[in-house]
């Protein structure tokens, strides 16, 4: 395994062979969407690059996962992300992604035209918590 991490930017890159496409980094964009969960104290936000992808872009989803009151990160996390096409009802799971700290982003491949529902699910590592959060995004042609 090797880990990179870039301070000026606090972006850290893990490498290793099941999570090779994982960036942790925290979001910087105008189209942020926000989930809370009070029974579990979360607060969930989720954004993607490009802005408004196209059936041809490699998309790359953003998450930061808070303490909903303080606004820390939660740490030591396991997540699932799974996309709906809503238009023609494929899914996509993209499998268990260990959180170190709160802040992550996977690329996914390209996605068929239409709206997307993401779903992600939250686990604590000992179980303690789980959440399940959904957002939209649009893919076009």
């Known amino acids: 395994m090797s880990l990179i991490i870039i301070t000026s930017f606090q972006v850290a890159y893990l490498n ?6 994982i960036v942790y980094a925290h ?5 942020t969407q926000t989930w809370t969960d009070r029974e579990n104290n979360l607060k969930i936000q ?3 690059i490009p802005q ?15 303490n909903l009151q303080t606004g820390n990160h939660l740490k ?38 239409g709206m997307h529902q993401v779903i992600i699910k939250v686990n604590s590592k000992d179980y303690s918590f789980a959440a399940l959060a959904s957002f939209k995004m649009y893919v076009s042609e």
């Open 46 to 48: 989720f954004s993607y």
């Open 76 to 113: 030591n996390l396991i997540t699932k992300v799974t996309l709906i096409n809503t238009s023609y009802n494929a899914i996509y799971k993209l499998g268990n992604i260990a959180v170190a700290d709160g802040d992550f982003s996977i690329k996914c491949p390209p996605l068929d035209s």
């Open 27 to 31: 979001l910087s964009s105008n189209i």
């Open 52 to 66: 408004q992808p196209t059936m041809d872009d490699l998309i790359q989803l953003q998450f930061s996962i808070q």
């Open 16 to 21: 290793n062979n099941n999570n090779n496409n």
